[in-house]
């Protein structure tokens, strides 16, 4: 009898850590090199127009390559356009920048929009430091917004290597220039590569990276789709989340709820190291970014259980 509960014991813990593993999407390792990567000294703070930042275009353009997805910018991966600098005067106040658009193409009629900005403020010179003395040092822009290209790179490796034929197309999106006032996801909405009326919803990632476990995850635009509601029913994450209604707000989904897209924002809020030389890789709660990208994974699990359009509403 004790051998017997014994075995019986064993085999219940593996099958609890088996659904643990499952719900694991994320792969941890991976989510920490891109954000040492996008947030280190080297890259000086990915200001609009600076070089660190096209060396991080770079980056993002051959993840998507490794991964087999298609090409959807305007020349390749890439969707160029000039960005202006308008809160400070600096002599170069006309730089150039880029989205990096990529396709998983399902065969299926609509297309759901993952993004993420992945520019920064440089070393301070184009204005927004929250550093009263910060004009010249090196804002490595961890939480804002390397945590949202991980999540980005993540959610495309996840889809495009589950050798799942899905209900919907996947179109993600690397924005530039959302620090100079969401230019790069105002300039695609303007200038699309697909279709506006082929996108069913965009979820976008921005500051993921500093989760409160007792507050949780921010979960804006819940308003935006009668949809949504149903869609988050069953979802048991292992984080806590809480949401908000409006389709608005600082972030690049804004410029598609102007478009009548439905949109999710996920984020976990404002902290002192924001728009601050010190948002650094180490202050990153890596566990909980991870926590978030899996919860991401099961709100599209859910979307992709149906194949019609999600009807927007405005929140306002």
């Known amino acids: 009898m004790i051998k017997l509960y014994i075995k019986c014991t064993l085999l219940t813990l593996f099958s609890v850590l088996s659904l643990q593993g499952i719900a694991q999407y994320s792969n941890p390792e991976l989510v920490k090199k891109h954000i040492n990567y996008l947030a280190s000294d080297k890259m000086k703070g990915r200001g609009t127009g600076s070089k660190e930042v096209f060396k991080a275009a770079d980056y993002i353009e051959k993840y998507f390559k490794t991964l087999k997805l298609q090409p959807l910018g305007e020349k390749g991966f890439r969707q160029s356009f000039d960005a202006k600098v308008w809160k400070v005067k600096v002599s170069d106040s006309i730089r150039k920048a880029d989205n990096i658009i990529a396709f998983l193409d399902n065969g299926a009629p609509l297309t759901i929009v993952i993004g993420a900005h992945y520019d920064h403020l440089g070393t301070g010179h184009q204005g927004s430091s929250k550093d009263s003395l910060g004009v010249g040092k090196i804002h490595n822009g961890a939480d804002d917004n390397a945590s949202g290209v991980a999540g980005l790179l993540e959610l495309a490796r996840y889809y495009s290597t589950n050798n799942l034929k899905e209900s919907y197309n996947f179109l993600f999106i690397a924005f530039g220039a959302e620090e100079l006032g969401l230019?790069?996801?105002?300039?695609?909405?303007?200038?699309p590569t697909l279709p506006l009326d082929k996108i069913t919803g965009m979820l976008n990632m921005d500051m993921i990276g500093r989760l409160n476990p007792e507050q949780g995850v921010a979960v804006i635009g819940y308003g935006t789709s009668k949809k949504w509601p149903e869609i988050f029913e069953g979802i048991t994450p292992k984080i806590k989340f809480y949401t908000g209604h409006d389709g608005n707000?600082?972030?690049?989904?804004?410029?598609f709820y102007k478009k009548n897209i439905p949109v999710l924002f996920f984020h976990t809020g404002g902290h002192p190291d924001y728009h601050m030389p010190t948002d650094d890789p180490e202050k990153?709660?890596?566990?909980?970014?991870?926590?978030?990208?899996?919860?991401?994974?099961?709100?599209?699990?859910n979307m992709l259980k149906q194949s019609e359009k999600l009807e927007f509403q405005f929140t306002n």
């Open 183 to 191: 230019i790069g996801s105002k300039y695609f909405t303007e200038h």
């Open 249 to 255: 707000g600082g972030s690049d989904q804004t410029s």
């Open 284 to 301: 990153i709660n890596y566990s909980g970014l991870t926590g978030i990208i899996d919860f991401e994974v099961m709100v599209i699990n």
